[in-house]
């Protein structure tokens, strides 16, 4: 099989396109957001959370 055989037709052509830019999406998205992560590590609010769930009872109870 020829790529040029491969893209005679105006739809084969637009379904590689959309497949291929879905595709890319996809995999970018992912390779963005463990990059983001890996250099964030300890400041994220999934990090964190822990910290800042388990004093948050002591206020409330020095208003009464």
Known sequence: MQISSLFKRNSVYVATILVGAFSFQ?????GVNRWYEYHN???????????????GDEDEDDDE
């Open 26 to 30: 996809a995999f970018f998205d992912v």
């Open 41 to 55: 590590r300890g400041k994220l609010w999934k990090d964190v959370k822990g910290k800042f769930l388990e004093g």
